[in-house]
């Protein structure tokens, strides 16, 4: 299916998800969308990187706080509209994506995932000791009473917000998948050098990989101070983001653009029914779980098992 | 522009490379003319892959030019170089593991050959033709672990040859294959020699080096030692010494 099909189709769905979310009109089910659909968001971004060209980010946190932190700093200069923060939190995190790939490009495996997580500190270092945004204390966000646009709940609107965004970032990595950067993305992760024999411009494809993945990371991050209203280092860089967006995609399967979706969906609402039931803190060690079942059951997650059966 | 000496297709002038205090070729002098077909043989360690990693832009030379088609290769990327018609085949084979063999050899025409645009029907008949050619055509959507070692190498030549190169570098495409499959490989090459494509085979099998090619050229340490018609070349007492000691 061409990507001119596929998009009204998705919209379609993204329609009646949140149609039935207004239906049943309890502010929770947005609380706890949101979060599944900024999984979606960040585990197919994750993807675009990790999946599609096996680079092994653990900086998910570092992008996903400079979109957050983005938003804190201009809440306090002048308060913009979601949307037009979500493309300042983009821009930004697409930026630092670019820098990171740069400046990583001659490292593979686990030396470019050291180099992330080391992104991730520095950034939360730099956050914690600007003032501006709150420093180590945090800072508050007073979040409208009502939605604009459509009405009810503030939430509401914060969860469309992600759910347009998750479909914007579905729909990328589907295109990328089917096209010609696709096929280039690959052969990155199966072999550099038989991929510069071949033509491919490793470097420049890293670059995109790296700067379109850490920008929608950063877009996700944009609206994260509305809904938490508050936040502080501590909980923007969590490591839950990272291992999460991570475990997610593994679960799914990193092959297609529907694995990250399928573990977002399966884990986020699994952590979240298990933070409402049982408890907060349980949350890590049901992802934790599920991944090592996946890995020695699945080891190319939901996707490839199924794709194992109709071999 | 200088006149470059016979239009040669390949001109390596001075080329030098050292890994530390290591010198692993000095002041190399390679001509190859279109259409020919040059061996290139040396012991282990002698250099051989060096050179092709420094012709190809795998590796940067500190001393020396290389000259493709009259241009000077400098500061040229791999990737810049297989567009310009320089393919090369690796010694160990390398596949894209997670791509079908047709996929394989659809990266390069997506890459090499077409300036834009995605894969199409065309492309696709093109794949069919090149694994046709190699006879793989009814592996194309087979993952290159399902292929024995000698399909494994006929896909890696069937992928340099996508890149539609004027120039192949063939590095060891026989090594450890069976002297049916050697004989495979080198009417392989030749056909493709046949069609217009000037081949440098770096290679150990003699008997194979010595039927495939109209030159012979031997590394010996990073220098190069002879250069010449082949039978005259490994009766050359350098080259006598080089293989078999004093």
Same mark, same amino acid.
């Given at each position: 299916?061409?990507?001119?099909?596929?998009?009204?189709?998705?919209?379609?769905?993204?329609?009646?998800?949140?149609?039935?979310?207004?239906?049943?009109?309890?502010?929770?089910?947005?609380?706890?969308?949101?979060?599944?659909?900024?999984?979606?968001?960040?585990?197919?971004?994750?993807?675009?990187?990790?999946?599609?060209?096996?680079?092994?980010?653990?900086?998910?946190?570092?992008?996903?706080?400079?979109?957050?932190?983005?938003?804190?700093?201009?809440?306090?200069?002048?308060?913009?509209?979601?949307?037009?923060?979500?493309?300042?939190?983009?821009?930004? $995190? %697409? =930026?630092?994506? @670019?820098?990171?790939?740069? #400046?990583?490009?001659? &490292?593979? +495996? !686990?030396?470019?995932?050291? /180099?992330?997580?080391?992104?991730?500190?520095?950034?939360?270092?730099?956050?914690?000791?600007?003032?501006?945004?709150?420093?180590?204390?945090?800072?508050?966000?007073?979040?409208?009473?009502?939605?604009?646009?459509?009405?009810?709940?503030?939430?509401?609107?914060?969860?469309?917000?992600?759910?347009?965004?998750?479909?914007?970032?579905?729909?990328?990595?589907?295109?990328?998948?089917?096209?010609?950067?696709?096929?280039?993305?690959?052969?990155?992760?199966?072999?550099?050098?038989?991929?510069?024999? $071949? %033509? =491919?411009?490793? @470097?420049?494809?890293?670059? #995109?990989?790296?700067? &379109?993945? +850490? !920008?929608?990371?950063?877009? /996700?991050?944009?609206?994260?101070?509305?809904?938490?209203?508050?936040?502080?280092?501590?909980?923007?860089?969590?490591?839950?983001?990272?291992?999460?967006?991570?475990?997610?995609?593994?679960?799914?399967?990193?092959?297609?653009?529907?694995?990250?979706?399928?573990?977002?969906?399966?884990?986020?609402?699994?952590?979240?029914?298990?933070?409402?039931?049982?408890?907060?803190?349980?949350?890590?060690?049901?992802?934790?779980?599920?991944?090592?079942?996946?890995?020695?059951?699945?080891?190319?997650?939901?996707? %490839?098992?199924?794709?194992?059966?109709?071999? | 522009?200088?006149?470059?000496?016979?239009?040669?297709?390949?001109?390596?002038?001075?080329?030098?490379?050292?890994?530390?205090?290591?010198?692993?070729?000095?002041?190399?002098?390679?001509?190859?003319?279109?259409?020919?077909?040059?061996?290139?043989?040396?012991?282990?360690?002698?250099?051989?892959?060096?050179?092709?990693?420094?012709?190809?832009?795998?590796?940067?030379?500190?001393?020396?030019?290389?000259?493709?088609?009259?241009?000077?290769?400098?500061?040229?990327?791999?990737?810049?170089?297989?567009?310009?018609?320089?393919?090369?085949?690796?010694?160990?084979?390398?596949?894209?593991?997670?791509?079908?063999?047709?996929?394989?050899?659809?990266?390069?025409?997506?890459?090499?050959?077409?300036?834009?645009?995605?894969?199409?029907?065309?492309?696709?008949?093109?794949?069919?033709?090149?694994?046709?050619?190699?006879?793989?055509?009814?592996?194309?959507?087979?993952?290159?672990?399902?292929?024995?070692?000698?399909?494994?190498?006929?896909?890696?030549?069937?992928?340099?040859?996508?890149?539609?190169?004027?120039?192949?570098?063939?590095?060891?495409?026989?090594?450890?294959?069976?002297?049916?499959?050697?004989?495979?490989?080198?009417?392989?090459?030749?056909?493709?020699?046949?069609?217009?494509?000037?081949?440098?085979?770096?290679?150990?099998?003699?008997?194979?080096?010595?039927?495939?090619?109209?030159?012979?050229?031997?590394?010996?340490?990073?220098?190069?030692?002879?250069?010449?018609?082949?039978?005259?070349?490994?009766?050359?007492?350098?080259?006598?010494?080089?293989?078999?000691?004093?």
């Amino acid at each position: 299916m061409s990507t001119g099909k596929f998009l009204p189709l998705i919209l379609f769905v993204a329609a009646l998800v949140f149609g039935a979310a207004r239906w049943i009109d309890n502010s929770y089910v947005f609380f706890a969308g949101y979060v599944v659909l900024q999984y979606i968001v960040l585990a197919t971004a994750w993807n675009i990187l990790g999946g599609y060209t096996g680079y092994v980010n653990f900086g998910t946190p570092a992008f996903l706080a400079i979109g957050a932190y983005a938003s804190v700093a201009l809440y306090k200069l002048v308060p913009l509209p979601i949307p037009l923060l979500m493309l300042i939190g983009g821009v930004l $995190s %697409g =930026v630092v994506g @670019l820098g990171t790939g740069y #400046l990583t490009l001659r &490292l593979r +495996g !686990a030396f470019f995932s050291i /180099a992330t997580l080391a992104l991730s500190v520095v950034v939360q270092t730099l956050v914690t000791n600007w003032d501006f945004v709150g420093g180590s204390r945090g800072a508050y966000i007073i979040r409208p009473m009502t939605a604009p646009l459509i009405g009810g709940g503030y939430i509401d609107y914060l969860c469309l917000v992600m759910l347009l965004l998750a479909v914007a970032s579905i729909v990328i990595a589907r295109a990328i998948e089917s096209s010609k950067l696709g096929y280039g993305f690959a052969t990155i992760r199966d072999d550099e050098a038989a991929a510069e024999a $071949s %033509g =491919v411009p490793t @470097l420049r494809l890293k670059l #995109l990989a790296t700067t &379109l993945s +850490g !920008a929608l990371m950063g877009m /996700a991050g944009a609206p994260l101070p509305y809904y938490v209203t508050y936040l502080d280092p501590a909980s923007g860089f969590s490591l839950t983001y990272a291992v999460n967006s991570i475990a997610m995609p593994l679960i799914g399967g990193t092959a297609s653009w529907i694995g990250p979706i399928l573990g977002a969906v399966i884990l986020g609402t699994v952590q979240q029914l298990v933070t409402v039931t049982i408890s907060s803190a349980a949350n890590l060690l049901i992802v934790g779980l599920i991944l090592v079942g996946f890995v020695i059951v699945a080891p190319n997650g939901i996707v %490839g098992l199924v794709r194992g059966w109709r071999r | 522009m200088a006149a470059v000496s016979e239009a040669a297709l390949l001109e390596v002038r001075a080329l030098g490379k050292r890994f530390g205090g290591f010198v692993a070729l000095e002041a190399i002098d390679l001509e190859v003319q279109p259409g020919e077909r040059v061996g290139l043989i040396g012991p282990n360690g002698s250099g051989k892959s060096t050179l092709v990693n420094c012709l190809c832009g795998t590796l940067r030379h500190e001393l020396g030019t290389v000259r493709f088609e009259g241009r000077n290769l400098a500061g040229l990327k791999a990737h810049e170089r297989t567009r310009l018609g320089l393919a090369r085949s690796f010694q160990l084979p390398r596949p894209f593991g997670s791509l079908t063999v047709a996929e394989n050899v659809l990266v390069p025409i997506l890459y090499a050959v077409q300036a834009r645009g995605n894969r199409t029907a065309a492309t696709d008949a093109r794949c069919a033709e090149l694994l046709g050619m190699v006879g793989l055509a009814d592996k194309s959507r087979k993952l290159p672990r399902d292929l024995t070692q000698i399909e494994m190498r006929k896909l890696e030549l069937a992928r340099a040859m996508a890149s539609e190169p004027r120039l192949l570098i063939a590095d060891e495409a026989m090594a450890g294959l069976s002297h049916g499959e050697v004989d495979d490989i080198l009417a392989l090459l030749l056909r493709m020699n046949q069609a217009g494509v000037t081949v440098i085979m770096i290679e150990h099998i003699m008997r194979a080096v010595l039927h495939f090619s109209q030159r012979l050229v031997v590394l010996v340490a990073g220098r190069k030692i002879a250069d010449g018609a082949p039978q005259e070349v490994v009766r050359n007492p350098e080259v006598e010494r080089a293989y078999l000691g004093e």
